[in-house]
């Protein structure tokens, strides 16, 4: 079984950067894949940026050439950098961890672009 923890959400202008950090507790945490998801208010969730045990990594269109994915296997972590955020980004953000038929989630860190 594998914990997530989100961090590092809060309150950003747009323009602004920040960056979140998925702590993973469990064994084996090098063979999931590791997801990046997020839920604005009325919205289903929608994945935002995912990445391989390989390392390969994809990104939602909306995000391309604005967020980087990417994970520390031997620190068993997972970030997610956001730079020019814009108000549209406002959601709560959660970490995914997957493999074969099961997957895991954390609670979740609120992300709000405003001025």
């Known amino acids: 079984q594998v914990q997530l923890v989100e961090s590092g959400g809060g309150l950003v202008q747009p323009g602004g950067s920040l960056r979140l950090s998925c702590a993973a507790s469990?064994?084996?945490?090098?063979?999931?894949?590791m997801g990046w998801y997020r839920q604005a208010p009325g919205k289903q969730r929608e994945l935002v940026a995912a990445i391989t045990s390989g390392g390969s990594t994809n990104y939602a269109d909306s995000v391309k050439g604005r967020f980087t994915i990417s994970r520390d296997n031997a620190k068993t972590m997972v970030y997610l950098q956001m730079n020019s955020l814009k108000v549209e980004d406002t959601a709560v953000y959660y970490c995914n961890a997957a493999r074969r038929t099961v997957d895991y989630w954390g609670k979740g860190t609120l992300v709000t672009v405003s001025s």
């Open positions: 469990g064994t084996f945490f090098s063979t999931y894949a």
